[in-house]
């Protein structure tokens, strides 16, 4: 005889897609299934994975990584963008206590009804500053947190830190987070088993706090991603750790030495925006680290000049690096170069054995040296000052871009008998003319 109970269907679906299916509903509609059935109702208070939205205002706001399954909580707030304008102070800030009062009273029944969330994540929490800490440490489910992250928080006060098991916590995601002290933001980074640890705008984070993180979490040889982005007040980190893997100091606008920065295993490395880079910074880095295969300098200004010579780099973003003027590069596993925008490249040297499409349309140089026996796809549209190929050995090429520029066949070498399809035409248009001033 068939079962007339509704849930029997979606009970009956394994548990890790039935959890994914629920992470797309909202709280009040994941509460809602709850009452529904009691194999239902069970099931919920086993999830480990959570998508809170409060008030009307949360709606608006739209659901973050809700298909990745993650504890989203929040803020609420009453709306009051209808209501008459009222000058009164006192009302002002009866309304900032109770908005910082019910986001603390739902956030504390969220974390006692839900004991074995993995993964939780607090957005535009800024209103109740500290308060969160007293209430996670306290709470049921740090036994089994893994992941979390902090997004908008601002801890005026060092009453409080971060008590959770030492050997749970994996990952470690604060941005935007204003901390009072070091005292605070240490007992973020204290786990023995910390393999992911990101601090994007943490603004008072400084040199020797870096240092100090890099020097506990060596102990338990862990870590292998750090992201440091737009952090203004780091100046010279000293990150020597040998497990690391990528490292991201993007937006750092005070960053100006590398020479400290030494992990044999390093393979990502994000420099984008650091603005006071320049050549020598730049060479030290790729000096102490041999094995890097991805590097970003994109928008980075103070470069002028690069030699490099590298057997591991692979992808390689050089664009808007507007002073750089002279680029020598030799790499033999690179198979992506990016370099547009570079508004002062006057001369270009490659030696790429193995990439197979590069496009430099649209720069500046007027004169350039290609050696690439896999190169099969070559763009050179748009650039209109080129008139010297001072070295052009390219046997794989299929296409060749010269559209937009005086150059003709003549120029690379070609003989009649290659089956290299050239594409040409366009007016040359000297499009420098408006960055001369950069």
Known sequence: MASNDPSSDLISLPTDQLQQILSFVTI???LALSQTSKSIHNMIDLAHHLCYQGSDYDQKMGRINRNKG???????????ANMDPISSHEFEKRAVHHRSDLTVTKLTHC???????RTLQLYRMEHIGDKFLPILNAAPTKRYLTHLKLHNVR???DAYTLNLPDDRLSHVELDGVIFCTYKVLKSFTTSRNLQVLKMSGCRALKDADVHDIIRRQN??????ELVLENCSTIVAPNIACPTLIRLSLARCNMLRDLSLISCTNLVHVDLSYCSLITDSTFKALIRQNANIQKLSLKGVRGVASIDLRSDCLQELDLSMCIGLKDCYIDCGA????????????????LTLTSIQMLDLSMLSMRQIAINARKLKTLNFSGCCKLTSIEEFSCPALELLDISGTNLCRKDFYLSKKTKT??????????????FTSL
Not at 111 to 117: E, G, I, K, T
Not at 219 to 224: A, H, I, M, S, Y
Not at 334 to 349: F, T
């Open 70 to 80: 993650h504890a989203d909580l929040r803020r609420s707030m009453p709306n009051i």
């Open 421 to 434: 399809k050239i594409r040409t035409g366009g007016e040359v248009h000297d499009w420098t003319n408006p």
């Open 111 to 117: 974390l006692n009804r839900f004991h074995y969330l």
């Open 155 to 157: 801890i005026v006060k």
């Open 334 to 349: 690179m198979v992506m170069l990016e370099m547009g925008m570079c508004v002062k490249l006057d001369r270009l040297n």
């Open 219 to 224: 102990e338990f040889q862990k870590l292998r």
């Open 28 to 30: 009040h509609e994941f």
